[in-house]
Nanobody, 118 residues
Framework: QVQLVESGGGLVQPGGSPTLSCTASGSISSIRAMGWNRQAPGKERELVVV???????NLADSVKGRFTISRDNAKNTVYLQMNSLKPEDTAVYYCNADVYTYKYFRHWGQGTLVTVSS
């Protein structure tokens, strides 16, 4: 059993800079990619950013220059530093991780709501 637990969401003012974190726990042999997706009200879930186990990243155009992803492999934790938040960044942010037990499976967190509003 693998669990991903996110933290760090909440109400943020425009221009704010919160950090989300997500920790994987359970029966984990290794973790390949980790990342964040988000789902805004009335929209489909979309990729925000992904980071591989060797540190390569891929960010959505909408967050380039504003969001930064990092990971601590020893802690099975991924972080999302969000800067210069805009109201359109309001969404539920979901952490995911490709975890190897006997094969790789993609696991998801329960999501954390980030609301950007004054």
């Amino acid at each position: 059993q693998v669990q991903l637990v996110e933290s760090g969401g909440g109400l943020v003012q425009p221009g704010g800079s919160p950090t989300l974190s997500c920790t994987a726990s359970g029966s984990i042999s290794s973790i390949r990619a980790m990342g964040w997706n988000r789902q805004a009200p009335g929209k489909e879930r979309e990729l925000v950013v992904v980071i591989t186990d060797d540190g390569n990243t891929n960010l959505a155009d909408s967050v380039k220059g504003r969001f930064t992803i990092s990971r601590d492999n020893a802690k099975n934790t991924v972080y999302l530093q969000m800067n210069s938040l805009k109201p359109e960044d309001t969404a539920v942010y979901y952490c995911n991780a490709d975890v190897y037990t006997y094969k790789y499976f993609r696991h998801w967190g329960q999501g954390t709501l980030v609301t950007v509003s004054s």
